[in-house]
């Protein structure tokens, strides 16, 4: 399977070992918006086709699939082009800024007959499946409680995709995007969202609180921040005993699970697990098994996932916006009409 990067910043540096490491991934090109950058990362990473056109580098019949890693901003036109162009895509979370927007890239991966999947590395990794395989085993009983976070400041002259709304900045995006799938993925998606968080007047959010509460009773309390440190931890709480995710939670090595019920002392297992490359390496070689299986998406991540964690982003963005829009309400007092007002 012959695989391009596109994008040649923070992800694609961090991801060419990994996709090298893969036995089943031949990577072959590399596009940049930029022809010089392109060919130094090319001649840095031994990769033979170095392009400055994405649409030249889809259509070029070198690359049978591509990897997108630009801002998420850019995500929805750069994949529907490549999938158009009849070209396989894992493309990096968030997969688009809106579910209308991937459920119409899902409609050109099907028409097309392409392969699409979002970067979602965490559901691959060891420690992640074995979290799937310890619920279904019901060793820790009906999960009713997530806690998880993840943040870390950002100056405001930092990397342009984490500030300017074009480029799809701000926290809950970026992180918000792991914390709920990792609630989707244990509890489903939510009957309930109640967010509170700040959020910019020109929809960048700065960070957010919110709560996810199921009909069953199940709570995720999630956190995410780009102005402040949050561990990018997590746990798990069930009936019978709980799992904590090793640091970071977009790519934990180990869990501790905790069963037992009082007064019996609680029976602690630390499990660890080991990383290939950077720890993507479990997510490109499933995609690529996939592809080359004829798949057109993986069922670990399948696009109605990621449609059904945007559709719940879109939820707390919403909470978000109310409240901010009320604050700017009680800033004047008489148009809301409060009695004594
Ligand atoms: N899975 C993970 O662990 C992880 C970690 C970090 C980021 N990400 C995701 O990867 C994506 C890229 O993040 P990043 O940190 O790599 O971002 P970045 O370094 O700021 O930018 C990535 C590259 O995108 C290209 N690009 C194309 N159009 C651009 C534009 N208008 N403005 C800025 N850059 C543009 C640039 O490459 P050229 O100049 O060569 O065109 C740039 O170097 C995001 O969607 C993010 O969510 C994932």
Known sequence: MRWGIVGTGGIAR??????????NVELVGICSRDKDRAETFASEHAIPFASADFDE??????????????PHGLHFDHAARALRAGVHV???KPLTMTSAEA?????LSRENGVFLMEAMWMKFTPAFRAVTEILGSGTIGEPRLIQAGAGFPVPPDGPARYWVAELGGGALYDLGVYTIA??????????????VGEIREDGVDEQEAYTLRYDSGAVAQLTNSL???IPPGGWIGGTRGSITLGEPIFAPRSLRVVTGQPPAPPTVEELDFDQEGAGYVPMFRAASEAILRGDLEHGIHPVSDTVAVLRTLERVRAELVDARNRADQGAQPASLGRPGA
């Open 57 to 70: 580098f889809c259509t070029s019949g070198q690359v049978d699939a591509v990897y997108i890693g630009i």
């Open 103 to 107: 459920e119409e890239l899902h409609r």
């Open 227 to 229: 102005t402040a440190f």
């Open 182 to 195: 990792l609630a989707h993925a244990v509890l489903g998606t939510p009957d309930q969202v109640i967010a």
């Open 14 to 23: 961090r991801t060419v070992g990994d996709l090298q490491l893969c036995d």
């Open 90 to 92: 894992v493309c990096e």
